[in-house]
């Protein structure tokens, strides 16, 4: 297969094991949709910010695979707009503004502490002497 045709499934394969676990997370028993929606995306973004520190180390379709792929699928800007939408629409606008505010700042935190993570990871294997 080329290598063009190998990345598309890579991110392909990603995309859709991403969408399925964001989906799940919606529909937790006894935890509102969009809690599901804030998590999955907290969850995408620490994974992307983790991925970005060490994406020097991973193959292509594997980087592919978690960026691109599972982390676009797990994420999702529809979900968090759609639920900011229906809050305008039931005129609940603090509900709406908190909603977008939590959102996005969650997201960034998230993707932050993914990079320190994997700075501290990689820290403690170098004062082993091992290569992560």
């Known amino acids: 297969m080329q290598t063009r045709g190998k990345q598309l499934l890579s991110v392909g394969a990603g995309g859709a094991t991403g969408a399925l676990v964001r989906e799940?997370?919606?529909?937790?028993?006894?935890?509102?949709?969009e809690?599901?929606?804030?998590?999955?995306?907290?969850?995408?973004?620490g994974l992307i910010g983790l991925v970005l520190h060490i994406e020097?180390?991973?193959?292509?379709h594997v980087r592919e695979f978690n960026a691109a792929g599972f982390c676009g699928g797990l994420t999702t800007v529809s979900g968090w707009s759609l639920v900011l939408v229906r809050y305008l629409a039931a005129?609940?606008?603090?509900?709406?503004?908190?909603?977008a505010v939590i959102g996005l700042v969650s997201g960034?935190?998230?993707?932050?502490?993914?990079?320190?993570?994997?700075?501290?990871?990689e820290s403690v294997?170098?004062?082993?002497?091992?290569?992560?």
């Open 125 to 132: 294997f170098l004062q082993l002497g091992r290569q992560p």
């Open 91 to 99: 005129d609940e606008f603090g509900q709406a503004t908190f909603f």
């Open 56 to 60: 020097h180390r991973l193959h292509p």
């Open 108 to 121: 960034i935190v998230a993707l932050l502490v993914g990079r320190l993570l994997a700075a501290g990871i």
């Open 24 to 33: 799940l997370l919606g529909h937790v028993d006894g935890m509102p949709p």
């Open 35 to 45: 809690i599901g929606i804030l998590f999955a995306n907290m969850l995408g973004c």
